[in-house]
């Protein structure tokens, strides 16, 4: 029979080297990724980014102001000066511009799943689902948490899209732009890695690859698409806000010494994911449920 050690020797090697965020060292990145969940290689610009890995999370780290500076001035230039600017002028139809934008977005998103998907289902295979939630320990490949790093930079990125859609003269939805300054804000928040983000991160990598797939998709062409398509979108949407809810309750309702994250953070992020589960909910009934009779004629009374 095998002894304690044994044992533990064998646990070691089937579990690998697990670390917290603020234990890793990112000066020295090893390019030996065999020992990792997922794919046993990386791009060359995820490459040429690792040796860089350390910078990267520094600036994020020492610049927590840089979200709020920026939403302010997304909502002052993009969401109020740039509509009345566009009032009397020609849309410079950007549709191309557009679709590119959004392919290259939903691309993006693709490749980050991909980094970060295996690291979670790695985690439930060995640990169990309420562990994926609750343990703050990250799996030590490097990649992993460049995607981190990079899922939170592009919440600055991603605000481009409002200004196409302006200059475009399209209707900037108020779900829109309010739901990018929350996730901008937020996202930067959670530096020390708590223990659900990497659901939280990996649902909104997951979601905004169809998303933005569809999008290019729609901007491309002047044809109609198949009214499944942003109804399927909607609810990939809802069943990420309800997982995003369901792992910030799990961290709120536990110890911070079972579950690793500060509890303002968790509470926070619940209200926000109930805004917008609530949010989504309501887009969902106006947009694609049958409307009742009382509706219909309430419709056509504001048209009169």
């Given at each position: 029979?095998?002894?304690?050690?044994?044992?533990?020797?064998?646990?070691?090697?089937?579990?690998?080297?697990?670390?917290?965020?603020?234990?890793?060292?990112?000066?020295?990145?090893?390019?030996?990724?065999?020992?990792?969940?997922?794919?046993?290689?990386?791009?060359?610009?995820?490459r040429?980014?690792?040796?860089?890995?350390?910078?990267?999370?520094?600036?994020?780290?020492?610049n927590?102001?840089?979200?709020?500076?920026?939403?302010?001035?997304?909502?002052?230039?993009?969401?109020?000066?740039?509509?009345?600017?566009?009032?009397?002028?020609?849309?410079?139809?950007?549709?191309?511009v557009?679709?590119?934008?959004n392919?290259t977005?939903?691309?993006?998103s693709?490749?980050?799943?991909?980094?970060?998907?295996?690291?979670?289902?790695?985690?439930?295979?060995?640990?169990g689902?309420?562990?994926?939630?609750?343990?703050?320990?990250?799996?030590?490949?490097?990649?992993?948490?460049?995607?981190?790093?990079?899922?939170?930079?592009?919440?600055?990125?991603?605000?481009?899209?409002?200004?196409?859609?302006?200059?475009?003269k399209?209707?900037?939805?108020?779900?829109?732009?309010?739901y990018?300054?929350?996730?901008?804000?937020y996202?930067w928040?959670?530096?020390?890695?708590?223990?659900?983000?990497?659901?939280?991160?990996?649902?909104?990598?997951?979601?905004?690859?169809?998303m933005?797939?569809?999008?290019?998709?729609?901007?491309?062409?002047?044809?109609?698409?198949?009214?499944?398509?942003?109804?399927?979108?909607?609810?990939?949407?809802?069943?990420?806000?309800?997982i995003?809810?369901?792992?910030?309750?799990?961290?709120?309702?536990?110890?911070?010494?079972?579950?690793h994250?500060?509890?303002y953070?968790?509470?926070?992020?619940?209200?926000?994911?109930?805004?917008?589960?609530?949010?989504?909910?309501?887009?969902?009934?106006?947009?694609?449920?049958?409307?009742?009779?009382?509706?219909?004629?309430?419709?056509?009374?504001?048209?009169?």
């Open positions: 029979m095998m002894d304690n050690n044994d044992m533990m020797m064998n646990d070691d090697r089937q579990v690998r080297k697990l670390t917290t965020y603020l234990e890793k060292n990112f000066h020295n990145v090893s390019f030996d990724f065999s020992q990792y969940p997922g794919f046993n290689s990386a791009l060359n610009i995820e040429l980014l690792l040796l860089n890995l350390s910078k990267l999370i520094y600036f994020i780290e020492n927590q102001w840089l979200p709020f500076a920026i939403s302010l001035l997304y909502l002052i230039i993009v969401v109020c000066w740039i509509p009345r600017l566009m009032r009397n002028r020609q849309p410079y139809r950007l549709n191309d557009l679709s590119f934008w392919l977005m939903s691309l993006f693709i490749v980050g799943t991909f980094r970060i998907l295996p690291e979670l289902i790695f985690m439930i295979q060995n640990y689902l309420f562990q994926s939630i609750c343990d703050d320990r990250y799996i030590d490949d490097p990649r992993y948490f460049l995607w981190m790093s990079l899922h939170r930079i592009s919440r600055i990125f991603e605000l481009l899209t409002s200004v196409i859609i302006v200059l475009n399209q209707k900037l939805l108020s779900i829109h732009w309010i990018h300054i929350i996730s901008l804000c996202s928040q959670m530096l020390d890695m708590p223990s659900n983000s990497r659901w939280l991160i990996c649902t909104d990598f997951l979601v905004h690859s169809f933005y797939l569809y999008f290019a998709m729609k901007s491309s062409t002047p044809n109609q698409l198949p009214w499944i398509l942003p109804m399927v979108i909607t609810l990939l949407q809802i069943l990420q806000a309800i995003c809810l369901l792992t910030e309750w799990v961290n709120i309702w536990y110890p911070q010494q079972v579950c994250k500060q509890k953070l968790s509470i926070i992020g619940f209200l926000i994911y109930g805004l917008f589960f609530i949010w989504l909910i309501h887009l969902f009934i106006e947009k694609y449920l049958p409307k009742t009779d009382y509706q219909t004629n309430e419709e056509m009374k504001k048209n009169e």
